[in-house]
């Protein structure tokens, strides 16, 4: 299986999502997959973390210097489209930059299905963060990216409650009870000599399958 990883950074000081995808994506090398991260960096990022990476056996990509608070690069549409084309299946990781707006719109394009992991985005305290800015880009565009995913890839059971509850609540989030699979992954991820365990707890997805 191709997969292809999307995530606006993997700067060290990123943090968590950063350190996440890493378990992932070396777990599903250690697995036989081909995997390839695309990514975005600032002028002042260290590519550090791109090295790690490339250790771990996952072909990686990178655009930039990017500018702007959603980071935008005027090669990052060839960028998507090469990279969605190779895939099997889409992970995007995050909500709101522009790279992750490509990948969706790549991905819906391409007919190549796309999981999105909202790293917390969604979570109730941080959509009261920018809240005119983030309801503006939710109704303009990321509405639909995250309405056409196969599934939304929740890391805790707690972000898996908050997304459960914008649905039945908030208005202006409202179209989020139509989302047709909340995927929660239990990440247990063990040294390369015990091997990749983990385990998953899925809502089905109707007509479509779990492809991921």
């Known amino acids: 299986m191709r997969v292809v990883h ?10 968590g999502p950063t350190t996440a995808l890493l378990g992932l994506a070396s777990t599903q ?12 960096f600032r002028a002042d ?30 090669d990052l549409d060839a960028a998507v489209e ?15 930059e522009e790279i992750l707006h490509k990948a969706a719109q790549a991905a819906q394009r391409q007919q190549v299905p796309y999981i ?6 969604l979570d109730p305290w941080s959509l009261k963060r920018w809240r005119i800015f983030k309801k503006g880009l939710l109704t303009w565009r990321i509405r639909k990216n995250l309405n056409q995913a196969m ?14 509850q914008l649905g039945r609540t908030a208005s202006i989030w409202r179209s989020l009870k139509r989302f047709r699979s909340v995927v929660c992954l239990h990440r247990s991820i063990r040294s390369s000599l015990a091997g990749p365990s983990c385990s998953f707890s899925v809502e ?5 399958g779990l492809m991921y």
């Open 45 to 74: 990022d260290s590519n550090a973390m791109v090295q790690v990476f490339e250790s771990r056996g996952v072909r990686m990509r990178t655009v930039g210097p990017v500018r702007g608070k959603l980071g935008q690069h005027p």
């Open 82 to 96: 090469e990279s969605v084309a190779r895939a099997d299946v889409v992970h995007i990781h995050a909500v709101w």
């Open 116 to 121: 999105v992991r909202p790293c917390g985005m």
């Open 151 to 164: 599934a939304l890839h929740c890391t805790s059971d707690t972000e898996l409650a908050g997304i459960r």
């Open 29 to 40: 090398v250690m697995a036989g997959m081909a995997v390839e991260v695309l990514t975005t």
């Open 204 to 208: 089905s997805i109707p007509k479509r």
């Open 6 to 15: 999307i995530i606006p950074s993997v700067n060290r000081k990123d943090g």
